[in-house]
C-alpha cells in the first residue's frame, strides 16, 4: 500500500501585514442615552466609551471586511492570488449560510481560496491567528488571510440599557505567512459552556417566527457576571500565553485586550503588574465594542498613532460570549 506524503510546512508563522476600516459614522453618547435614561457620564465612568463608530447602508459586513482585507495585503505586499485561506471572526453575518468569508475571498480576487466563518464571538480574531498559525506550519495553506468583521449595530437593541452603548461596526485584518522566525506563540484557548447564558442571542430563529411581532434576535448580556469573569479569569490566561510563549511581562512592548470596557482593561493589567512601559491598546474610547474585529482594529490605530511598531513583542488576549477565550505573544507586523 502507498504510503500518503506529507510535504512539510513553514519552520514559523507570523502576522505580515495589518489592515481596518472603520465605519463613517461616528455615534457620540448623547445619542445613546435618550433611549435608555443614561447619560454621557455613566457611560464614560462604567465602560470609557465616548462614542463609537455605526456602518451606514453601504458599509456591509463584506464590505468593510474586504476594505480591511486590502489594506493589510498592500502592507504585507501580498497579492491576493497568494491567499490560499481566508478565515472570517463574525457573529453578525445575517446569512445562516454560505459563510461571507466565501464573498470576500472573491471579491478580493483570490484564486478560489478557501474560505470559512469563525464563530467564537470577541474571542474569534485570535482563534483566526491560531488556526492560520497551524495551517501555515502544517503545510495546509502558505498565506492566510485572518479577518476580524462586525456589524453589532444591527442586532443591538437601542432600548437595552445593559448594551445599547456597548456595541459597534468595524473590521480588521492580518496576512498571516511564512517566516524564519517565530512570529506568533503558541495559543492558550478554551470555552466555559456553563456560562452560554452570559452572552447571547435574545431569542433564537425558532422563536423569532413564533413571535407576533417579530424583532431582529438582539444581542443581551449579563453584563456584571461577564465583568467579574473577564477581570479576573483572563489576567490567568494571559499569564499562561506569555509562559507558553517563553516571555515575561518585562519583555512586552504591547498589551492589546479585546477591547469590553476600559475598566476590564485596566482591571487586567493591574492584576499580571504590567510593567508602566508596557503600551495599552484603548481603542475602546473612540470605536466601542466590536467583538472580532476589536483587536486588530485596536492594534491599527496603536500602529498609527506611534504607539506600537513592527518588530514590537504583543499580547493579545480575547474573550466573550460562550464563553470563549484565547490568547497569545505576537510579534507587531
Ligand atoms: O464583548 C463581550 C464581553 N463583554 C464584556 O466584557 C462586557 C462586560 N460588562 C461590562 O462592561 C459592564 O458590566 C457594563 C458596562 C455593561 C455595565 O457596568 P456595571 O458597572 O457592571 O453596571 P451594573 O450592570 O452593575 O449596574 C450598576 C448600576 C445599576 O444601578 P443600581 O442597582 O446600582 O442602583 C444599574 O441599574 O447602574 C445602573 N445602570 C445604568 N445606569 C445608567 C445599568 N445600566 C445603566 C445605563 N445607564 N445604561
Known sequence: MAAIEIAPGAPYAALLGLGSYRPSRVVPNSEIVGAIDSSD?????????RERRWSTEDETLQMMSVEASRRALADAG???R????????????????????????????TDQAAAFDVSA??????????MANDMIRSGSARHVLVVGAERLSEITDPTDRGSAFIFADGAGAVVVGPSETPGIGPVVWGSDGEQYDLIRSRQDWRDVIKDPEPRMPHLVMQ???VFRWASFAMAK????ALDRAGVSVE????????????????????????????????????????SAASIPLALDRMKDEGEASTGDLALLV????????????????
Not at 464571538?121 to 491560531?130: I, L
Request: glycine share 8%; proline share 4%; aromatic share 4%.
Open 41 to 49: 457620564e455613566w457611560i464614560q465612568q462604567r465602560s470609557g466609551i
Open 78 to 80: 501580498v497579492d491576493a
Open 82 to 109: 497568494q491567499i490560499d485561506c481566508v478565515v472570517v471572526a463574525t457573529v453578525s453575518h445575517m446569512m445562516q449560510t454560505p459563510a461571507v468569508a466565501t464573498l470576500v475571498a472573491h471579491e478580493l480576487g
Open 121 to 130: 464571538a470577541c474571542a474569534g480574531f485570535c482563534h483566526g491567528v491560531a
Open 223 to 225: 453584563g456584571a457576571a
Open 237 to 240: 490566561i494571559a499569564q499562561q
Open 251 to 290: 519583555d512586552l512592548d504591547v498589551f492589546v485586550p479585546h477591547q469590553a470596557n476600559m475598566r476590564i482593561t485596566d482591571a487586567m493589567a493591574r492584576s499580571m503588574k504590567l510593567p508602566a512601559s508596557v503600551r495599552i491598546a484603548r481603542d475602546i474610547a473612540e470605536q466601542g465594542n466590536t
Open 318 to 333: 480575547a474573550f466573550g460570549a460562550g464563553l470563549a477565550y484565547a490568547a497569545q505573544v505576537v510579534v507587531v507586523p
